[in-house]
């Protein structure tokens, strides 16, 4: 039988390369709900092209255009509320592919109604933290991790028992500006900080590898994903890309996951789990590649490294603050509104001034990263110069 699938995203870079999957093995999977925020362009083809049953855009003003473009054919809704509708509809799967906080409501509805929930977008998690794992057990649903990182982890960690888990080494490519001084970072534009070295993603991820904020962010979805405290979850540089994260154990032994940088195959992973198929991705040639290097991140050059793991340490409404503030502030950057380096002063003047308690539901989370980005908002003018 077909696995039904939700693209929560199917617009965006890991909502494509879902698709790409889907349409390799059509007779795995079938495709009965796809999501974007506004391009209904881009989500009318989709819906076309996989036969979805619903299409929602988030866009409200982009409701009457979407319908225009898909007829009858395929049912179609917008506004928030509306996802939770495609969150939740009768699949096997649901592929959490939105990018940033937006995707929270969606992916724990999913989780609330038991859905195996094949999870890209970390700040979903990252904001929820313990909410999101206590809620998965307590429905019954599977998160299974689609970032390259923790799918490595997680495949490193099949047979073993969590007990004998010494530590987790997340590995990083160290971004664009791996090698670049200070004063160039902040020079650096845009356009530099999105040519990501290895990986083609998008925007708001491609900045956050710049600024290694990724890297935090990972460090906290790793924490709560596989229950492992910050002193025991470590961040490599490693530039080629190729060991996409280990697991120490206890007796000392070391295993990772390897693969040439291709997000079809975590994301494939995740969808075939807990079997596994055949992607198009470039098997690894390891005597091409010759040398793997390794190397300490630089929290000084990459501040938001270090401020991600005080806030992972810190507890509370520490990482959504973190993730709000971090949000707002590379928006602001793409805009070209303030420096690159400026991101991660941003972040830290946002934590500074914080210190609540963990959140005990899901709305005073969306409450507390309401209030984040109002504060962050009023204060960038007088930070950035
Ligand atoms: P993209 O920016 O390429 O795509 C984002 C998707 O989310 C699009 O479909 C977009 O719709 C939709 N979207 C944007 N804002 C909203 C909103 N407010 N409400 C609802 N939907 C929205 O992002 P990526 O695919 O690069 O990343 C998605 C997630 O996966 C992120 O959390 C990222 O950190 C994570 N991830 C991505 C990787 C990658 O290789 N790209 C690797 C590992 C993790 P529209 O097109 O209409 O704007």
């Known amino acids: 039988m077909r696995r039904k699938i939700v693209i929560l995203g199917a617009t965006g870079s890991i909502g494509k390369s879902t698709l790409d999957l889907v349409e390799r093995?059509?007779?795995?999977?079938?495709?009965?709900?796809?999501t974007a925020a506004t391009n209904s362009e881009a989500l009318a083809e989709i819906a076309r092209r996989t036969g979805a049953k619903l299409a929602v855009v988030v866009d409200e003003s982009r409701g009457g255009d979407l319908r225009t473009r898909l007829g009858t054919d395929c049912s179609v809704?917008?506004?928030?509320?509306?996802?939770?509708?495609?969150?939740?509809?009768?699949?096997?799967?649901?592929?959490?592919?939105?990018?940033?906080?937006a995707g929270l409501r969606p992916v724990m509805a999913a989780v609330e109604a038991g859905r195996i929930v094949a999870l890209a977008?970390?700040?979903?998690?990252?904001?929820?933290?313990?909410?999101?794992?206590e809620a998965a057990e307590r429905h019954g649903a599977t998160l299974l991790p689609v970032d390259s990182e923790h799918n490595a982890i997680f495949q490193c960690l099949a047979g073993s028992r969590r007990e004998d888990v010494s530590r987790l080494i997340l590995t990083a490519s160290g971004g664009p500006f791996r090698t670049t001084a200070e004063a160039g970072m902040r020079e650096a534009t845009p356009a530099q900080a999105i040519a990501h070295p290895n990986w083609s993603m998008g925007a708001k991820i491609s900045v956050d590898s710049a600024?290694?904020?990724n890297k935090g962010l990972e460090l906290i979805e790793a924490s709560y994903l596989f229950g492992v405290p910050s002193k025991r979850i470590d961040v490599l540089i490693h530039p080629q890309s190729v060991v996409h994260s280990l697991v120490e154990f206890v007796?000392?032994?070391?295993?990772a996951q390897l693969g040439?940088?291709?997000?079809?195959?975590?994301i494939a992973y995740a969808m075939a789990w807990p079997e596994r198929i055949e992607t198009p991705a470039q098997r690894l040639d390891l005597a091409a590649i010759a040398n793997l290097d390794f190397a300490d991140p630089d929290t000084g050059r990459f501040p938001a490294l270090r401020l991600a793991r005080d806030a992972l340490e810190a507890g509370g409404s520490a990482p959504i603050v973190l993730n709000a503030a971090n949000e707002v502030a590379v928006a602001s950057f793409l805009a070209g509104a303030i420096r690159f380096t400026d991101i991660a002063s941003v972040v830290?003047?946002?934590?500074?001034?914080?210190?609540d308690p963990a959140p005990s539901s899901?709305?005073?989370?969306?409450?507390?990263?309401?209030?984040?980005?109002?504060?962050?908002r009023d204060m960038m003018k007088a930070v950035c110069t």
Not at 82 to 96: G, K, Q, R, S
Not at 121 to 133: I, S, Y
Not at 260 to 266: H, I, K, N
Request: glycine fraction near 8%; aromatic fraction near 2%.
């Open 25 to 34: 093995s059509p007779e795995r999977f079938e495709v009965v709900a796809v």
């Open 77 to 101: 809704a917008s506004g928030e509320e509306a996802l939770i509708e495609a969150a939740t509809m009768d699949a096997d799967l649901v592929i959490a592919a939105i990018v940033g906080c």
């Open 121 to 133: 977008n970390k700040e979903a998690l990252v904001t929820a933290g313990n909410l999101m794992t």
């Open 211 to 213: 600024t290694l904020m």
């Open 251 to 255: 007796d000392g032994s070391v295993l």
């Open 260 to 266: 040439s940088p291709d997000m079809r195959v975590p």
């Open 348 to 355: 830290e003047r946002a934590l500074a001034g914080d210190g």
């Open 362 to 376: 899901i709305g005073e989370v969306m409450e507390i990263d309401r209030n984040t980005r109002e504060r962050v």
